[in-house]
Nanobody, 125 residues
Framework: QVQLVESGGGLVQAGGSLRLSCAAS????????MGWFRQAPGKEREFVAA????????YYADSVKGRFTISRDNARNTVYLQMNSLKPEDTAVYYC??????????????????WGQGTQVLVSS
């Protein structure tokens, strides 16, 4: 089992920045590909970003490419999502997720095995 706890959400004006953190406990963190997803009110949960076990490869949704950066610190069992140039359409609950083998597409929501409880991000216009 892996327990995931997100933090860092909040209210920010459009154009601002936030840094989300996801702390993992339980099994060896470096054995899991990690991802961030988000869910806006009335919408389905969607892929935001993912990062490989070592952090050498990253993947992004087109909607956040160039604005968001995913990173991980395996020594601290933590994955981060740096969000810059935020837009009102980025408003959502953000979830981190851990993916154990076998690996499917990094954006495939049902491929992830463990989920955090989410952290709310509100971007005002």
């Amino acid at each position: 089992q892996v327990q995931l706890v997100e933090s860092g959400g909040g209210l920010v004006q459009a154009g601002g920045s936030l840094r989300l953190s996801c702390a993992a406990s339980g099994r060896t963190f470096s054995n899991y590909r990690m991802g961030w997803f988000r869910q806006a009110p009335g919408k389905e949960r969607e892929f935001v970003a993912a990062i490989s076990l070592s952090g050498s490869s990253t993947y992004y949704a087109d909607s956040v490419k160039g604005r968001f950066t995913i990173s991980r610190d395996n020594a601290r069992n933590t994955v981060y999502l740096q969000m810059n140039s935020l837009k009102p359409e980025d408003t959502a609950v953000y979830y981190c997720a851990a993916d154990a083998p076998p690996y499917y597409s990094s954006s495939y929501l049902r491929g992830y095995d463990y989920w955090g409880q989410g952290t709310q991000v509100l971007v005002s216009s």
